[in-house]
Structures are given as C-alpha cells and as structure tokens.
C-alpha cells in the first residue's frame, strides 16, 4: 500500500550529497531517488521501534567497507531525518547514499541505479544488481543480530524485535514492501526489481 508523505527536503538534502558523483544525465531530469528503509519492530502496526545499535552497525560498515571500499563521503550529518550519511562507488560506477539512524538504516539511490541488474529474466530468476543486493545483505546483518539477541540477550542491543519493516519511500510517497520476520531464515528485503522500480 501507497501513502502521500512529503520527504521534499529530506530528499532535496541527498540530491545535494550523491549528485555530484553521478554523471549529468542521471543526476537531473525523472531520475528519482529511491530510499529503501529497514525499521526493525515489534509490532508491525503503530510505532514500535526497536532500533539498530552500534555494534550492529559497525558490522554493516565492516561489510560495506570490505565490498565497495572506503566511503567516498564519511559519515556526514543529515537534518532531514537526523543521521550519518556516507556516500558509496557501486562496481558499475554508479554511487549510492548508506544514512545511519537511530532507527534502522536507509540506502538510496538513483533509479538507474536500483534498475542495475546482473542478468535479466522472470522476475523469478532475476539476479538483482549490486545496490539491492547490498540491502538484503544489511537487512540480513541486522535480523541475524536480533535473532541471537532473542534467543540469548546481551549486550549487543538493549531490546529485541520481532519483525523488520521493509519500506520504499520517495519524496512524495511511502510503501511497504514487506515485513521479514526475525525468526525466519528468509531475510530478503527486496526479491524482486519491480519491489522497488514501481511507478508512485
């Protein structure tokens, strides 16, 4: 489901980080950016935050770090939608934007960007491009964290969660693509391109 939200200014800030380090003719005209959001839960309905902490962060970065190489922009401060913003070099050349919340982390990106896949097909066999394949491997990082908190609580977090919250946003909408539930295997925030590459 689709609601109207206005992210105008939270996504007029991105644009100012991550354009100039995409070419001309992606970073001005209908090339859009796209955040997708993962919200760690324990209600999937009203506000339950459960937070990603900073251990569990310095393992998203390790893994960041070890893929794409060292943050071209490090860690910067955002105002719309307080975070840290450090912007990433894909393979393809192409650039996204990693922003740490308090909240659960957000990756964004231009379209052309998300629309990077490795090898067409169905969308059933479709092999998903670098950036999407990059936040399920986040997505993953975060719920295995908290399905070892769940089972044995310590000091890596402070509560636990039952469910992460998978939402695509632009600057005038927000959508839910799905909930991964922390006991399952599956942690696949995004499985398929049109998940993400659908018109608001």
Do not use: W
């Not at 066999?125 to 399905?147: C, E, M, P, Q, Y």
């Amino acid at each position: 489901m689709t609601s109207s939200a206005d992210f105008t200014l939270k996504f007029q800030e991105v644009n100012d980080i991550l354009a100039p380090y995409e070419s001309q003719d992606f970073a001005t005209g209908d090339d859009k950016l796209v955040s997708l959001k993962l919200r760690p839960v324990e209600n999937e309905v009203g506000p339950s935050d459960c937070y990603v902490y900073p251990a569990e962060y310095e393992e998203i970065y390790r893994y960041l770090n070890e893929t794409f190489g060292l943050p071209i922009v490090d860690k910067t401060k955002v105002h719309h939608g307080y975070g840290l913003a450090s912007v990433y070099k894909l393979p393809s050349g192409e650039h996204f934007l990693f922003v740490e919340h308090e909240s659960g982390p957000e990756l964004i990106a231009f379209l052309h960007t998300i629309r990077d896949v490795l090898t067409a097909g169905t969308e059933a066999v479709i092999s998903l491009g670098a950036f999407l394949t990059a936040v399920n491997k986040v997505a993953h990082i975060i719920r295995t964290s908290i399905d070892e908190y769940n089972r044995k609580p310590s000091g890596r977090r402070h509560n636990g969660a039952s469910a992460i919250k998978v939402e695509r946003r632009t600057a005038v909408s927000t959508r839910a693509i799905r909930s991964i539930k922390v006991k399952s295997d599956s942690d696949e925030a995004v499985k398929y391109i049109h998940d993400v590459d659908r018109h608001d």
